[in-house]
């Protein structure tokens, strides 16, 4: 008696469901492009420069100890110098940043010796004229 039938509404347009989760997909674009985006970039920076650590690299710790690498230990561990004679072993992730990074090493070739050998001789040379009063 005093309850009123209810009756079934039709479904509704399918422009009206557009337009209702049009904020949400907004909402979700604008969060991937400020928040995750650069999140991700963020940490795939961090992930090579973490591939990259040579002996010689000046680095700060996430405990804020700066030190000079010693060894790469392995995959996940650094052996760093925080202070003379003072050795310490770090977990790899740890490392928040790379202050300085060393150069490597370039491989001496036989031309280079040649080189070398040439330019010391004329320095001998230069010498023993000086000596002798000669330019």
Not at 28 to 56: C, E
Request: aromatic share 8%; net charge positive; proline share 3%.
């Amino acid at each position: 008696m005093f309850i009123s039938p209810a009756y079934a509404q039709a479904f509704g347009d399918s422009a009206n469901t557009l337009v209702q989760f049009a904020p949400f997909v907004l909402i979700f674009v604008v969060f991937y492009f400020f928040v995750i985006r650069p999140q991700q970039q963020k940490t795939r920076d961090h992930r090579s420069m973490l591939g990259a650590l040579r002996r010689g690299d000046r680095v700060v710790t996430g405990g804020g100890i700066i030190g000079t690498v010693a060894k790469v230990v392995g995959d996940d561990e650094v052996l760093v110098d925080i202070a003379e004679g003072m050795r310490v072993r770090v977990v790899r992730s740890t490392i928040t940043t790379v202050l300085a990074k060393t150069e490597p090493v370039a491989a001496k070739s036989e031309k280079d010796d040649v080189q070398q050998d040439d330019a010391d001789a004329d320095k001998g040379k230069g010498s023993a004229r000086r000596a002798a009063g000669g330019k």
